[in-house]
């Protein structure tokens, strides 16, 4: 079956270090890839996608993350946290020709101390 | 401008309630999508509209009952919910089912 797993449930940090958060997905045909982020509160918000291209996509407020397609990877990273980016973090695949379906990782709580 | 309505934003009813959960959106997108979230879990993938016929039933439960009446509105009828179906509703709406997936805020639903 088709799943996304993503390491770290619960990930804490403090101000100003490095983050990486890993995502793996089991489907052997093409997909796109995203990173969604759900702040306290708020709701689902893209912070990056994959389509095709070059594999080291950057999003908005200081995320990239890297398709690594061997490895059916597709790693978020930020140089340096902030205590802002304290929220869940999923990653989500869309197979092509699955007509829309998004299958979601278990998603991983960013808790980053000030 | 990637925004997708929803109301209400909470809903409280009760088992024989009958109510409506409404989505809206504007940016000419043809495929619209419900979603459940229960607190700290992904969203789960209820039902898909692609231009404007249902394409996808994730094996919902009749008491959930989704409507579309045109390419910018999608509706979720609900009927002798379970206290178990207390969740947040999210819409979404993408250009085509292969696009990018743009969320609303939700409806916090609570079944009595």
């Known amino acids: 079956a088709q799943s996304v797993s993503q390491h770290n449930h619960h990930v804490i940090l403090s101000e100003a270090a490095s983050l990486e958060l890993g995502c793996n997905y089991s489907y052997g045909g093409t997909v796109n890839l995203f990173w969604y982020v759900q702040y306290p509160g708020q709701h689902l918000q893209l912070l990056l996608k994959y389509f095709s291209g070059d594999p080291l996509v950057k999003g908005i407020k200081g995320f990239e993350a890297e398709f690594i397609k061997s490895k059916f990877s597709f790693n978020l990273r930020k140089p340096s946290v902030q205590w802002s980016d304290t929220a869940e973090y999923f990653c989500a695949v869309n197979p092509y020709n699955q007509g829309g379906k998004l299958i979601f990782g278990q998603g991983t709580e960013l808790s980053v101390k000030p | 401008d990637t925004e997708v309505t929803q109301t209400p934003k909470h809903l409280v009813m009760g088992m024989t309630n009958k109510k409506s959960l409404k989505c809206e959106q504007h940016m000419g997108h043809r495929a619209m999508y419900w979603y459940k979230q229960k607190a700290k879990k992904p969203p789960e993938l209820m039902f898909v509209?692609?231009?404007?016929?249902?394409?996808i039933n994730e094996s919902v439960p009749s008491r959930f009952s989704p409507e579309c009446p045109n390419s910018s509105l999608l509706n979720l009828h609900l009927h002798a919910l379970q206290p178990e179906d207390s969740a947040l509703y999210l819409c979404a709406s993408s250009l085509t089912v292969q696009e990018t997936q743009y969320f609303g805020p939700g409806t916090r639903l609570l079944v009595l």
């Open positions: 509209y692609s231009y404007e016929k249902l394409s």
